[in-house]
């Protein structure tokens, strides 16, 4: 009864901030257009899903945390192959220098990335913020990988070469659905590290391109319609959860399996 009690007392203090910023979302906190102030409806909604410029910020992050996602597994993957299965100087090193991406302060990078991205054209791009993301995103996706491959036994990989299999087909056929919990897990944070960073989204997407957390961000002024920032608050929070459901059963079994 205690164990109910207290597990209740600890939703109800986590969910607090998300059920009033749901309110909230419902809530019109500035006159507008007829609507007077207080009153409940799908006002905020209406006018976030109305404006093409918040529609724009949704579809770039939408594009360019996808296209971070599949970098990261597509690259990580034959990596941490190469590094769970085969045995050559430094590997153990080089498995610990990679890190040093995911520790680095992202504001130490940010002039260098932007000068060699204007160079490229890569500004106001969703590819631009995408590729940089991978910088930092692709190191958590080796070492989850790598992890989850060595947990297979090498017996699944010589009895697939001595049926016939080429790399590829080993690759798609055995060792993709042996490790799926952890492509599930690394797909997973690489989405959410993607999806809630900033300081590359504010420094590459100048005059365009902007994702959904510059969008909420430019909301805030001098007199900040609060309705509206929490149904943007709200609607962004919705890819993540998809995330999560969709992953629901792989990354439930690759924490258990890491465990």
């Not at 309110?23 to 209406?46: C, H, Q, R, W």
């Not at 949704?58 to 045995?87: T, W």
Request: a positive charge; charged letters at 10%; hydrophobic letters at 60%.
């Amino acid at each position: 009864m205690i164990r109910a009690l207290a597990l209740i007392a600890l939703a109800g203090f986590i969910l607090l901030p998300l059920t009033q910023a749901l309110i909230l979302s419902f809530t019109a906190t500035l006159p507008k257009d007829g609507v007077a102030e207080g009153t409940m409806g799908l006002m905020n909604y209406a006018n976030v899903l109305g404006s093409p410029e918040l529609r724009a910020s949704m579809v770039n992050s939408a594009v360019y945390v996808l296209v971070n996602v599949v970098l990261c597994i597509s690259i990580g993957l034959p990596a941490a192959y190469a590094l769970a299965r085969h045995r050559f100087l430094g590997d153990r090193h080089f498995l610990l220098a990679i890190l040093v991406f995911r520790v680095t302060p992202p504001v130490v990078l940010s002039l260098p990335i932007f000068i060699l991205f204007s160079a490229l054209g890569l500004v106001n791009s969703p590819l631009g913020i995408a590729l940089v993301h991978c910088l930092f995103n692709l190191p958590v996706a080796i070492w989850i990988l790598e992890s989850f491959i060595r947990a297979v036994p090498r017996e699944l990989d010589e009895t697939a070469f001595l049926d016939g299999h080429s790399g590829a087909s080993f690759f798609f056929r055995h060792l993709i659905p042996a490790i799926a919990p952890g492509i599930g897990v690394a797909a997973f944070f690489c989405f959410i590290f993607s999806w809630v960073e900033v300081v590359f989204a504010r420094i590459l997407t100048v005059t365009a391109g902007k994702p959904i957390t510059m969008a909420i961000n430019a909301m805030f002024g001098f007199q900040t319609d609060i309705g509206m920032v929490m149904a943007m608050t709200c609607l962004s929070l919705l890819p993540g959860l998809g995330m999560i459901w969709l992953v629901r059963n792989h990354l439930a079994r690759g924490f258990t399996l890491r465990a």
